[in-house]
């Protein structure tokens, strides 16, 4: 730690002296910005947001002229985030450059993470980029920046400069949480709790989180309140303490937790309950909703005990929400079955799904009853309807079966594209003759002249590129901008990860580990298209527990803002492959695990833990059984990468660049592993940092493409039968249309190895040896 601290100090004491001569040698501008991003700005702002942003950076741009160089770093910021000013990072740099060579520390720490973004197609220039990106953090922090010096911290422990140095990086946190950095308490608290500390060291942690929380910083009192619960289980008085604390430093969650808490007592305290419920309304859809619906139930039991159908069954369909204010699920199926037996249709479905909870739940099945309400449902037009009759007679497992039955229904769900629909038909006719005949479909023309196939392929091309062409627009920005006379163009797209031109999961066997985040029907006050519900995949790699991506953890939704997964109604869903369909069991999210060493702008070490409440499921119709995957717990020696070794993913991504919606059913794809020094070039991750991403793609151009961000990376070579997740979905580069291989979280590195072994329970680390240091 010594030879370190010194090497940086002399490097400081060389910075300082020649700043000037250094800025003056610097590489002309405009840069090479890479077009993947994770900071593009919103595409879409309400106009009084938009005017206040402007005015604001007019002010700046005013403040700048006139010689401030706060008001120079603030005009800076505008034009790297895009608030108030075209987004364009070339002028971002200039003003940065200006304000840090005055001696403006926000700027050289602001200039220091522009640098970390630079494309690097050469190892040398990449070198030379992070080096110089790393000193302008130290110089920011020289200058005052605590920000700058909570990201010298990471640079430190992470080697940027030379070896890693633990030791140093936390002592270097340590102070900029005393300066009052909330992060820098937060990550420092973390790396106190890990398993390979001191029980006094543990202590710190958990008194340094209580300080935070009670000096208001929502996210400590969320670390705190998952410490406690799991140590001392969900209703321990730890868990309430913070949960209260997270209400009143602005947590939106918890104040609906304790919100719906408040109501499970006796007697129930509504008023109380209705207080948090608004407290939490302008971030949390679904609090306005809880809102809504507990003033509403007065007039609606006033309403359905007069005799209004109407009333009972929206009386009724709230209390059947699980987890919501009203949820009293023997009241709701009493409502709507009688609705539905008076030939109120729309509770038909909705009580025969009370029905069938009631039997996961007791066993006591009302087939005939639960049969009837589906059968008006369907009758009434409900596609969901048909899908779980058709679904419930052919298995049995609620109604009795009848397999012919189900063809009939099946017969016109096929027709309508459902592949699970089809291949029970063509079963079932293979033993009985009067199984439903099915329409032909997927046929071309027996002979067809070259003119006309050429005609036919020129018009899929046509269309295709129209398609792509509009979905570029809409994930890619360009601004021009004209800056003391020069014009600079800067070329932003969002990151995003899904797999293409894979093959078909026929049966949940084949990947029984898969993992979907999913996405709530509502985020704010927008709501969620079913089609756009499925947001990352992951892997199953213990009970309550799946491995995904860090930037999946944080949803970066267009036009409408970041939702953190566990705050916002996501779920985990496993056991299905439509996810469309009702498949599988579905779980609420407790608590997310990001690595520590997380960059969102580089997607370095891009791996999470999500714990689910595996006690808190819901089942749905179609039930298959998840399977844990092996985790790799071999270290980068154990395991080298060979180029050309055929590893698998699996996901529900686009199947199409220019498509946006996932997939309708799981999909996986054969790859290759790339050449590790070819894959260090392509993830820009070089020294240090370089083993811990994989790259891979397919002979035929499968690969990740939008929204697949943490399914699984596997290998079948370890053991006969045994899957094993060697990495993590990460980034890509248009879906592998330009040839360039996708990116992967490396599980074998030592600092994911360490970081698993203290975070997932019963992990044990392969990466690292007795004596060993994480690096």
Request: proline share 5%.
């Amino acid at each position: 730690m010594v030879r370190h601290s010194l090497m940086l100090l002399g490097m400081l004491a060389a910075l300082m002296m020649a700043t000037t001569s250094a800025f003056a040698q610097d590489a002309p501008i405009p840069r090479s910005y890479p077009e993947r991003t994770n900071d593009r700005a919103l595409q879409f702002n309400p106009a009084d947001e938009a005017a206040v942003e402007t005015a604001a950076a007019d002010t700046a741009d005013a403040a700048c002229k006139a010689g401030s160089m706060a008001g120079c770093f603030d005009l800076g910021l505008a034009y790297n985030t895009g608030a108030g000013r075209p987004q364009n990072r070339p002028v971002a740099e200039l003003i940065y450059r200006k304000a840090c060579k005055a001696r403006e520390a926000s700027a050289c720490y602001r200039l220091g993470r522009l640098l970390q973004d630079l494309n690097h197609n050469d190892p040398k220039q990449a070198a030379a980029d992070n080096h110089a990106a790393a000193m302008m953090i130290i110089l920011g922090c020289k200058l005052g920046s605590v920000e700058s010096c909570d990201a010298q911290a990471d640079d430190i422990a992470q080697g940027v400069l030379g070896e890693p140095d633990p030791v140093a990086a936390e002592k270097l946190r340590g102070k900029t949480c005393a300066a009052g950095w909330r992060a820098s308490c937060r990550t420092l608290a973390a790396l106190l709790l890990g398993s390979d500390r001191s029980n006094a060291e543990r202590d710190e942690a958990i008194s340094l989180l209580d300080r935070q929380c009670r000096a208001g910083d929502e996210l400590a009192c969320s670390e705190a309140e998952n410490h406690w619960r799991s140590a001392e289980g969900e209703t321990s008085a730890q868990v309430r303490t913070y949960q209260s604390l997270g209400c009143d430093a602005g947590d939106s969650w918890s104040c609906s937790i304790i919100a719906l808490a408040v109501l499970r007592r006796d007697p129930p305290d509504r008023e109380a309950a209705l207080e948090l419920f608004d407290r939490a309304c302008p971030s949390m859809g679904n609090a306005c909703d809880n809102a809504a619906a507990l003033r509403e139930e007065p007039r609606l039991t006033a309403d359905c005990t007069n005799g209004a159908q109407a009333a009972c069954i929206k009386l009724g369909t709230l209390m059947a929400v699980r987890g919501g204010p009203l949820e009293n699920r023997p009241r709701a199926l009493e409502l709507l079955g009688a609705a539905c037996e008076a030939d109120g249709r729309s509770a038909c479905f909705n009580a025969a799904m009370q029905l069938f909870d009631k039997a996961r739940k007791t066993g006591a099945a009302e087939p005939q009853r639960a049969e009837l309400y589906l059968t008006r449902a369907c009758q009434d037009g409900s596609t969901q309807a048909c899908q779980t009759l058709a679904d419930s007679l052919a298995d049995g497992t609620v109604l009795v079966q009848d397999a012919a039955r189900a063809a009939e229904l099946y017969a016109p769900q096929c027709d309508a594209g459902r592949a699970s629909a089809c291949r029970f038909v063509t079963s079932l006719a293979l033993s009985d003759p009067s199984a439903p005949a099915l329409m032909a479909t997927n046929y071309e023309p027996p002979e067809q002249t070259p003119e006309e196939i050429a005609a036919q392929q020129a018009a899929i091309s046509a269309e295709n590129a129209r398609e792509e062409a509009e979905e570029e627009a809409r994930r890619c920005s360009t601004t021009v901008v004209i800056y003391e006379g020069i014009t600079y163009t800067d070329r932003l797209c969002d990151n995003m990860t899904r797999i293409m031109n894979g093959f078909a999961v026929r049966r949940i066997e084949q990947a029984p580990w898969q993992a979907l985040l999913w996405r709530p029907a509502k985020l704010g006050t927008t709501v969620v298209g079913e089609a756009y519900r499925a947001y990352c995949g992951g892997a199953l790699v213990a009970t309550g527990w799946i491995l995904t991506a860090a930037h999946c953890v944080v949803d970066h939704v267009q036009d409408v803002g970041k939702f953190p997964i566990e705050k916002h109604g996501y779920r985990v869903r496993l056991g299905l492959i439509r996810p469309l369909s009702n498949e599988g069991n579905s779980y609420p999210i407790r608590r997310v695990i990001p690595h520590p060493l997380f960059l969102r702008n580089k997607l370095q070490f891009d791996i999470a833990l999500v714990q689910y409440d595996p006690q808190a499921g819901t089942r749905g119709d179609s039930l298959f059984a998840a399977a844990r995957i092996k985790l790799d717990n071999r270290s980068l020696a154990e395991r080298p990468v060979v180029a050309r070794a055929p590893v698998y993913t699996f996901g529900w991504g686009r199947t199409k660049l220019n498509v946006p919606q996932a997939s309708e059913a799981l999909r996986g794809a054969r790859l290759e592993l790339s050449d590790p020094q070819a894959c260090g070039t392509i993830a820009r991750s070089f020294g240090k940092r370089e083993d811990s991403v994989l790259c891979a793609a397919g002979t035929k151009g499968e690969q990740a493409c939008f929204g697949d961000s943490g399914g699984p990376l596997i290998t079948y070579a370890d053991q006969k039968g045994v899957p094993t997740l060697i990495g993590v979905v990460s980034g890509g580069v248009k879906c592998g249309t330009t040839g360039v291989p996708s990116l992967y979280t490396r599980l074998g590195h030592p600092l994911v190895q360490a970081w698993l072994t203290s975070h997932l329970p019963g992990n044990r680390s392969g990466g690292l040896r007795t004596g060993q240091a994480a690096r």
